[in-house]
């Protein structure tokens, strides 16, 4: 996700999204390509749509609810809603290269 036209509220977020990681995988969920969207409005409230690896993915119920609480947690954030989509699906390609190579896919 193209990050140069965040503003430096929202790249706090990403910051902090990219300290949350699936347990499945040793890569941050930001650099896995699972945030679709992020956006937060003029009163400071975040939005963040977000996919997961499966629909069946074991961290389905609380996945979700962590990057809730760690968004709400930017100082500056007055709320936070995550939006848990399976369109499109997820694949490896969502990946940042540095993902890909963190976990050996690049060379």
Do not use: R
């Not at 036209?5 to 896995?32: A, C, G, R």
């Not at 709400?72 to 809603?81: K, N, Y």
């Amino acid at each position: 996700m193209d990050v140069s036209h965040f503003s430096s509220i929202e790249l706090q977020v990403v910051e902090v999204l990219k300290t949350i990681y699936d347990p499945e995988m040793p890569v941050n969920i930001w650099d896995m390509g699972l945030i679709y969207k992020l956006s937060v409005d003029a009163d400071n409230k975040a939005y963040v749509l977000m996919t997961l690896t499966a629909p069946n993915c074991p961290v389905a119920e609380t996945l979700p609810s962590e990057v809730k609480q760690k968004v709400s947690a930017v100082p500056q954030i007055v709320s936070a809603e995550v939006e848990v989509t399976f369109e499109p699906v997820w694949d490896m390609d969502m990946m940042s290269d540095e993902a890909k190579l963190e976990l050996g896919f690049l060379f």
